[in-house]
């Protein structure tokens, strides 16, 4: 079913091509040897009103034709084109010949007081005739009247496409919506068995170590959990909290490593207040840290996490020392936080490896979620 939106645009159409196709039926009444503004006028007139006419036709046809299951637009252009030759044959056969033969009585009525009825007509008592049937009366106008119609049909079905156009573009868009915040939601959904398959595996090694840390660290685990339950319908979250989920993380890495790992976060709070990051951003970098070098008394990781000068990127740089034997991965690491800044459309992260360093540059999103 077409909305009343549509044809309120329709409607306003109409107005304004049936104003020009009355200026356009007026034109040749400039052209005549004798020109008369009345004659002119009534053109104008009578071409505005059947162009109407004949939208009105068509307008009708549509909303009762559109109301049906099935779409009957072949039917709704003959019966148009049928209507408009009968309503046309009408005028200029019946209609228009006897509205011109009221006028040719009246004129002859009144030529004996006049005294002549025009240059043509010089003598005094002479009736002016009707004009005799040509087959010329009638074709032009119909051709004229079937041009118009046509046209109308034509200028119908471009304002359909372009709402149905519109309309299929904005249903392509929530869809796109739909899908990225499907996608996002299944990256998450990868992040989080990952990292919960890390922090069991560790809480394993401290229970029989150093059942006070294993402790500790249970605690800073289901403050971990909790905040990953918390935020799991989150795509982006503030930087604050990201940095204080980072934070109990590392900690927790240093209650299994010792001082074979050191860490520090040099964030001014202004950003962190104002500025977004997808969830686990951070989090996932550091991890990856730790998970792929070496960590030793003697060879311990530095982990530095700072913002630029502009507060615009977060960078996370760790002392290059990768492991001999790599752990096992499933694939979800860089990639996967390079898919997730892809979905909210912001530039992708940056990763360099120089002079024994390993940095990721994420981009820190501004006002409100606006990624630009």
């Keep these: 079913m077409l909305d009343g939106k549509i044809f309120q645009k329709l409607f306003k159409i109409s107005l304004i091509t049936s104003l020009l196709f009355g200026l356009a039926g007026a034109t040749p ?51 148009s084109i049928i209507i408009c030759i009968i309503t046309s044959c009408l ?27 025009n240059d043509s007509m010089m003598a005094k008592n002479f009736p002016v005739p009707r004009p005799p049937f040509n087959s010329k009366m009638i074709i032009f106008p119909v051709l004229q009247t079937l041009s118009i119609d046509i046209i109308i049909i034509v200028l119908i079905e471009l304002v359909r496409l372009k709402e149905t156009k519109q309309k299929v573009d904005y249903e392509n868009e929530l869809l796109k919506l739909a899908n990225l915040e499907a996608r ?63 934070n109990n993380y590392l900690v927790m890495q240093q209650t299994r490593f010792g001082d074979a790992i050191y860490f520090s976060i040099e964030i001014p709070m202004q950003v962190q207040q104002s500025g977004k990051v997808p969830v686990f951003a951070l989090q996932q970098l550091t991890e990856n840290a730790v998970k792929h070098n070496v960590l030793t008394k003697e060879q311990p990781l530095y982990i530095r996490i700072a913002a ?65």
Aim: hydrophobic share 40%; charged share 25%.
């Design 29 to 79: 009444g400039f052209a005549m040897h004798e020109f008369e503004m009345e004659r002119v006028f009534r053109f104008f007139l009578h071409m505005t009103a059947f162009s109407f006419y004949l939208w009105l036709i068509n307008l009708l046809l549509l909303k009762y034709l559109d109301g049906r299951k099935k779409r009957l637009d072949t039917h709704r252009f003959v019966l």
């Design 91 to 117: 005028v200029n056969l019946y209609i228009l010949p006897q509205e011109m033969g009221r006028r040719i009585d009246f004129i002859n009525a009144a030529a004996p007081l006049r005294g002549i009825i």
């Design 184 to 246: 996002n939601s299944q990256l998450k959904q990868q992040l989080h068995p990952h990292f919960l398959f890390n922090s069991l595996s560790t809480l394993r090694s401290l229970i029989t170590r150093s059942p006070q840390k294993a402790e500790e660290y249970v605690e800073r685990l289901s403050e971990l959990l909790r905040f990953s339950t918390d935020n799991s319908h989150q795509s982006l979250i503030s930087l604050k909290e990201e940095v204080e989920l980072c």
């Design 308 to 372: 630029d000068e502009k507060g615009e990127w977060a960078i996370i740089k760790n002392n290059l020392q990768p492991k001999q034997t790599l752990e096992y991965s499933s694939g979800v690491g860089l990639a996967n936080l390079s898919e997730r800044y892809n979905l909210t459309g912001a530039e992708d992260i940056i990763i360099k490896k120089e002079d024994g360093e390993f940095s990721v540059a994420i981009k820190i999103l501004y006002d409100a979620g606006n990624n630009n």
